[in-house]
């Protein structure tokens, strides 16, 4: 079945402790996409890669980190996690760089810092 | 400047009323494409239809249908007999080229709340 995994679903972590979130897709995507998203501001994206080694920054990287060493693999890394990236996490793949048929989504984690 | 506005914020229906979900998008490229998700209060986000800049056709999938106007840049979301299982937020999307770069990138509106209830 063609889909983007991550994980964990669920983490609450404290303050200051590095965490990684991983995501994969088993769709030979060039594109992939991590996004935040918090009540009222919708999904916002952090950093997005169009191939491998190629990474870039979205609209809120501060805090993130990220790394494309295979074509399948994107994790997204807090090297020190503090309470304001609490969130609803999504990692997302797409078939073309020009994104015509949007996003295949993950089913998100649910970030919490204490 | 916001790029996809969903004015409205939360809906809420009886079942079996038809239900209209507003978006406006923005933007300078003449080619683009323009989306909506579903996500259900299970969270996770689920395509639902996508149209290209060029195709300006109405679409209908069973109670759900799109009504795509460039003329006021809107791409709006129509449930018809609405049920208890539409329940869900509804986010607009629109693909377009990065602000001075070659990149894409997909912009969502903040979306819509929409209950429907029994």
């Known amino acids: 079945e063609a889909q983007v995994t991550q994980n964990p679903r669920y983490l609450i972590t404290v303050t200051g402790k590095k965490l990684t979130v991983t995501c994969s897709q088993n769709m030979n995507h060039e594109y992939m996409s991590w996004y935040r998203q918090d009540p009222g501001l919708g999904l916002r994206q952090i950093y997005y890669s169009m191939n491998v080694e190629v990474t870039d920054k979205g609209d809120v990287p501060e805090g993130y980190k990220v790394s494309r060493k295979e074509k399948r693999n994107f994790p997204l890394i807090l090297e020190s996690p503090s309470p304001n990236q609490t969130s609803l996490y999504f990692c997302a793949s797409s078939r073309r760089l020009d994104l015509d048929y949007g996003y295949t989504f993950g089913s998100g984690t649910r970030l919490t810092v204490v | 400047a916001q790029k996809v506005t969903q004015a409205q914020t939360e809906i809420s229906v009886v079942e079996k009323e038809d239900v209209t979900l507003d978006c406006v998008y923005e933007?300078?490229?003449?080619?683009?494409?323009l989306f909506w998700y579903k996500q259900p209060p299970s969270g996770e986000l689920v395509f639902l239809i996508r149209?290209?800049?060029?195709?300006?056709q109405n679409e209908i999938s069973g109670r759900y249908s799109w009504n795509f106007q460039k003329s006021t840049s809107s791409f709006n979301f129509t449930i018809t007999a609405s049920q208890v299982v539409d329940s869900a937020v509804y986010f607009c999307?629109?693909?377009?080229?990065?602000?001075?770069?070659?990149?894409?990138?997909?912009?969502f509106g903040k979306g819509t709340l929409l209950t429907v209830n029994p």
């Open positions: 149209r290209n800049s060029f195709d300006e």
């Open positions: 999307a629109l693909s377009e080229k990065k602000v001075g770069g070659s990149n894409y990138k997909l912009t």
């Open positions: 933007t300078r490229d003449t080619t683009y494409y």
